[in-house]
């Protein structure tokens, strides 16, 4: 499969979750979505090290986020997480790290 391609499919999930953040108001039923979307990808292709770079990009930016929104520098309307930050939000980093990833793979493996 060509770099691009790769790196297409693997942004395909990113996309569709952002893509349902204005259809899905409540941000307990989008999580739960965000999970099945996540788990159907990972059944589809599971690569080694995937939930360990998923974790990573959880925790990491989760605590990132947090600190640019304590700082004034982001704001959400939508903060269910904390008080500050919509729960979907670290899933959907979460994920979004693993495509990073596999993406950064496949343009290494072509060059």
């Not at 693997?10 to 996540?38: R, T």
């Not at 520098?73 to 919509?86: A, Y």
């Amino acid at each position: 499969m060509s770099a691009a391609k790769t790196i297409v499919v693997n942004a395909l999930p990113v996309a569709l979750m952002v893509a349902l953040i204005p259809f899905i108001a409540n941000d307990v039923w989008l999580s739960g979505v965000y999970v099945a979307i996540i788990a159907i990808s990972l059944f589809i292709k599971h690569e080694r090290h995937d939930l360990t770079v998923f974790w990573f990009g959880f925790f990491v930016l989760m605590a990132s986020e947090y600190f640019f929104i304590s700082t004034g520098v982001e704001t959400f309307i939508r903060n269910s997480l904390f008080g500050v930050m919509p729960l979907w939000l670290p899933i959907l980093w979460g994920y979004g790290f693993i495509a990073i990833r596999r993406g950064v793979e496949a343009l290494t493996i072509d060059s």
